[in-house]
């Protein structure tokens, strides 16, 4: 299970209009459970290792792995590695490393379809005795234009007609690699004026001459999904076969093959797939985005990949209570990006300890504070829950602020540092501006400012009050950090709605990731890849996998600005 919670149970999950309650598939399960039509919920997580998880996979292993803990049940993991020129070892281990991340638990029950190739060749030649599957060896070109349209029927292929003897010989000629790629395949035999294309004699195998990641070169013919995917849920006893939308046109051919050849029916439902503003959730734009070179490999922050998320600071917690809210749905939507970024800080608020750090560092210099002195003031890893401890931090005559928080010629209601005005250092005192040194450029070099020494710990002996509170660092303690920056990859909402002649990389956003080297405290430096912190007032950032001892590195995860409450709100 995920360190940070016991697992993947969502409980009441939000339901088809978003608010609380017990979503269709939960339903589903309780009345089939309550009538006696199941005795068992067997769920499975199916991905392809052809590339990185993503977002919409989280939705995928929160409900499948999610309803089998609520119901007592099981849920397997299934690689569906059927396609040997996309697929390899990679995949899997990162597949395996974010699922448990997320929660998932599948225990001994580790299953490819490729453990079911016997089986599935078996199968075949059944369906070919049958009479319901014939080798065909029209190209594929060929196959589309017999397959008809929407509006018109397929016709059929002059090779449907083959006998059993002769289709049987073929097919395992096919198998034994006497056949180049493309020369056959084979077809199930059902319908070609089907009202669904589907079903219109599909294709079961085809012959592939490739090295796969398991199986090495023993097969030169490889089953397709849609033959593969309900066999090996049948020879798993899954009874809930969970899947996107997209396969809903497919039910038909699940069922077909099942009842055809006789064997345990698993039940396929279907619910609506994740769709997030700003993000391309299509594992074909993912990889163009990686091998073009647009971003610095799955695991860029930038990437709405788990494995990104995860690098980027992103709480396993955050993604299941974002699925959790969005709930399931009958029909397809766009959730924006906003409500992750949501839950992202409802989550971190709660967890992540609180620090300060500067970004565009501006030296302030105390010149009233005794030279060589330090003070170690004691400030709470985080204000609201006292419990969590604190923090040694260094105060001296010398510190750091953020280059915005002075104006020299400061517009109205500017409440931070300006010629003589007197602002709260965070958790120190209150400092007031007397000089502003420049270079010899005209550019503000350093401020000299005078304290207060009753002000110590952000209040004045004879009540007076200021307006401003400013964090800071000290410089002679303080550690030099890269920032990373991180923004919305795409500019627009819908990156997929470009102008013709463009392609969805066009509208990548070029400050997508701004580097900026800033100033941390020397109690960060030694802070684990993936730990969490809050600088105060600049947002929640983690550790970086790059970062080292000698060279910290942190990522922004998200701002502390939130704006899906105002969203919220108006809704």
Same mark, same amino acid.
């Given at each position: 299970?995920?360190?940070?919670?016991?697992?993947?149970?969502?409980?009441?999950?939000?339901?088809?209009?978003?608010?609380?309650?017990?979503?269709?598939?939960?339903?589903?399960?309780?009345?089939?459970?309550?009538?006696?039509?199941?005795?068992?919920?067997?769920?499975?997580?199916?991905?392809? @290792?052809?590339?990185?998880?993503?977002?919409?996979?989280?939705?995928?292993?929160?409900?499948?792995?999610?309803?089998?803990?609520?119901?007592?049940?099981?849920?397997?993991?299934?690689?569906?590695?059927?396609?040997?020129?996309?697929?390899?070892?990679?995949?899997?281990?990162?597949?395996?490393?974010?699922?448990?991340?997320?929660?998932?638990?599948?225990? +001994?029950?580790?299953?490819?379809?490729?453990?079911?190739?016997?089986?599935?060749?078996?199968?075949?030649?059944?369906?070919?005795?049958?009479?319901?599957?014939?080798?065909?060896?029209?190209?594929?070109?060929?196959?589309?234009?017999?397959?008809?349209?929407?509006?018109?029927?397929?016709?059929?292929?002059?090779?449907?007609?083959?006998?059993?003897?002769?289709?049987?010989?073929?097919?395992?000629?096919?198998?034994?690699?006497?056949?180049?790629?493309?020369?056959?395949?084979?077809?199930?035999?059902?319908?070609?004026?089907?009202?669904?294309?589907?079903?219109?004699?599909?294709?079961?195998?085809?012959?592939?001459?490739?090295?796969?990641?398991?199986?090495?070169?023993?097969?030169?013919?490889?089953?397709?999904?849609?033959?593969?995917?309900?066999?090996?849920?049948?020879?798993?006893?899954?009874?809930?076969?969970?899947?996107?939308?997209?396969?809903?046109?497919?039910?038909?051919?699940?069922?077909?093959?099942?009842?055809?050849?006789?064997?345990?029916?698993?039940?396929?439902?279907?619910?609506?797939?994740?769709?997030?503003?700003?993000?391309?959730?299509?594992?074909?734009?993912?990889?163009?985005?990686?091998?073009?070179?647009?971003?610095?490999?799955?695991?860029?922050?930038?990437?709405?990949?788990?494995?990104?998320?995860?690098?980027?600071?992103?709480?396993?917690?955050?993604?299941?209570?974002?699925?959790?809210?969005?709930?399931?749905?009958?029909?397809?939507?766009?959730?924006?990006?906003?409500?992750?970024?949501?839950?992202?800080?409802?989550?971190?608020?709660?967890?992540? @300890?609180?620090?300060?750090?500067?970004?565009?560092?501006?030296?302030?210099?105390?010149?009233?504070?005794?030279?060589?002195?330090?003070?170690?003031?004691?400030?709470?890893?985080?204000?609201?829950?006292?419990?969590?401890?604190?923090?040694?931090?260094?105060?001296?005559?010398?510190?750091?602020?953020?280059? +915005? +928080?002075?104006?020299?010629?400061?517009?109205?209601?500017?409440?931070?540092?300006?010629?003589?005005?007197?602002?709260?250092?965070?958790?120190?005192?209150?400092?007031?501006?007397?000089?502003?040194?420049?270079?010899?450029?005209?550019?503000?070099?350093?401020?000299?400012?005078?304290?207060?020494?009753?002000?110590?710990?952000?209040?004045?002996?004879?009540?007076?009050?200021?307006?401003?509170?400013?964090?800071?660092?000290?410089?002679?303690?303080?550690?030099?950090?890269?920032?990373?920056?991180?923004?919305?990859?795409?500019?627009?909402?819908? @990156?997929?709605?470009?102008?013709?002649?463009?392609?969805?990389?066009?509208?990548?956003?070029?400050?997508?990731?701004?580097?900026?080297?800033?100033?941390?405290?020397?109690?960060?430096? +030694?802070?684990?890849?993936?730990?969490?912190?809050?600088?105060?007032?600049?947002?929640?950032?983690?550790?970086?996998?790059?970062?080292?001892?000698?060279?910290?590195?942190?990522?922004?995860?998200?701002?502390?600005?939130?704006?899906?409450?105002?969203?919220?709100?108006?809704?």
């Amino acid at each position: 299970m995920g360190k940070d919670a016991p697992g993947l149970s969502l409980g009441s999950n939000a339901n088809e209009a978003g608010g609380r309650g017990r979503d269709f598939i939960r339903a589903m399960i309780e009345e089939d459970l309550a009538l006696g039509r199941k005795k068992t919920v067997h769920t499975r997580f199916p991905p392809e @290792p052809n590339g990185y998880l993503h977002l919409g996979h989280a939705k995928s292993i929160c409900l499948n792995f999610g309803v089998a803990e609520e119901f007592g049940g099981l849920c397997n993991l299934r690689f569906d590695d059927t396609n040997p020129l996309k697929e390899n070892q990679e995949y899997v281990d990162a597949i395996r490393k974010d699922v448990r991340w997320l929660g998932g638990d599948w225990g +001994d029950r580790e299953y490819y379809a490729s453990d079911y190739f016997e089986r599935l060749y078996e199968f075949a030649e059944e369906l070919i005795r049958m009479g319901k599957a014939y080798v065909d060896s029209l190209s594929a070109e060929e196959i589309r234009e017999y397959r008809g349209t929407l509006t018109e029927p397929g016709k059929n292929s002059p090779y449907r007609d083959r006998g059993v003897k002769e289709n049987l010989d073929l097919f395992r000629r096919m198998r034994a690699g006497e056949f180049p790629d493309g020369a056959h395949v084979l077809r199930a035999k059902i319908d070609m004026a089907s009202s669904n294309i589907v079903m219109r004699d599909p294709v079961l195998y085809r012959i592939r001459h490739a090295e796969h990641h398991r199986t090495g070169n023993k097969w030169h013919i490889y089953p397709l999904y849609d033959y593969t995917h309900c066999i090996s849920d049948s020879l798993e006893g899954i009874t809930y076969s969970l899947c996107t939308l997209e396969f809903v046109n497919n039910r038909e051919l699940y069922d077909w093959v099942l009842d055809t050849l006789g064997i345990f029916r698993s039940e396929q439902t279907e619910f609506a797939r994740l769709s997030v503003t700003r993000t391309v959730l299509s594992k074909r734009k993912l990889i163009q985005l990686v091998e073009e070179g647009h971003v610095l490999g799955w695991d860029d922050p930038r990437m709405p990949t788990l494995s990104g998320l995860r690098r980027r600071g992103v709480p396993a917690a955050a993604l299941r209570e974002f699925v959790s809210r969005i709930g399931l749905a009958r029909a397809d939507n766009v959730v924006d990006y906003s409500m992750l970024e949501f839950c992202i800080r409802e989550c971190l608020n709660a967890t992540a @300890p609180r620090a300060m750090a500067v970004l565009n560092p501006l030296k302030v210099i105390i010149e009233n504070y005794p030279e060589g002195r330090v003070e170690w003031l004691e400030l709470p890893l985080n204000p609201e829950r006292p419990e969590q401890g604190a923090r040694r931090v260094p105060f001296s005559r010398e510190l750091y602020i953020e280059r +915005d +928080d002075f104006r020299e010629d400061p517009p109205k209601k500017f409440f931070r540092l300006s010629p003589g005005s007197e602002v709260r250092l965070r958790f120190a005192y209150y400092v007031t501006c007397r000089e502003v040194q420049k270079d010899a450029q005209g550019n503000v070099s350093a401020l000299v400012c005078s304290y207060d020494p009753q002000s110590r710990g952000g209040g004045s002996a004879d009540g007076r009050k200021v307006r401003g509170t400013l964090h800071w660092v000290a410089a002679p303690y303080a550690v030099e950090a890269e920032m990373r920056l991180y923004d919305h990859l795409f500019l627009k909402d819908d @990156p997929s709605d470009v102008d013709p002649g463009k392609s969805f990389p066009d509208c990548i956003n070029t400050d997508s990731l701004v580097l900026a080297s800033g100033f941390i405290d020397p109690s960060l430096r +030694d802070l684990k890849p993936g730990e969490n912190i809050q600088f105060e007032r600049l947002g929640y950032f983690c550790a970086d996998s790059d970062s080292t001892p000698e060279r910290p590195v942190f990522n922004r995860t998200v701002t502390l600005k939130d704006t899906w409450a105002k969203l919220e709100k108006r809704g």
